[in-house]
């Protein structure tokens, strides 16, 4: 079993930085990667940023890329998201979720075994 603690969500004014952690605990051998996705109100959740855990190679949606990056902490078991140059529209609650299977499409939700309970992340204008 795995569980998945997210941190760094708040409010930050458009133009602005936040990052985000996610510290796993319990299983992590096997793990293929680790990903973020958000929801925000009204909408569904959607693919934000994921990593291969054993290559470290990154995928990221059109939405964030340039301005949003994933890294990851062997060590530490943590995954975290950078987020620069926040805009309103990224105003979500942001999920981490972790995949320990050889699927191949990191942006599909139903690919990842275990997710973590959000955190909100706020951009005012």
């Known amino acids: 079993q795995v569980q998945l603690v997210e941190s760094g969500g708040g409010l930050v004014q458009a133009g602005g930085s936040l990052r985000l952690s996610c510290a796993a605990s319990g299983r992590a051998l096997g793990r293929d990667a680790m990903g973020w996705f958000r929801q925000a109100p009204g909408k569904e959740r959607e693919f934000v940023a994921a990593?291969?855990?054993?290559?470290?190679?990154?995928y990221y949606a059109d939405s964030v890329k340039g301005r949003f990056t994933i890294s990851r902490d062997d060590a530490k078991n943590t995954v975290y998201l950078q987020m620069n140059s926040l805009k309103p529209e990224d105003t979500a609650v942001y999920y981490c979720?972790?995949?320990?299977?050889?699927?191949?499409?990191?942006?599909?939700?139903?690919?990842?075994?275990?997710w973590g309970q959000g955190t909100q992340v706020s951009v005012s204008s």
């Open positions: 979720a972790d995949k320990y299977n050889s699927r191949l499409t990191y942006s599909r939700q139903s690919n990842y075994n275990y």
């Open positions: 990593i291969n855990w054993r290559n470290g190679n990154t």
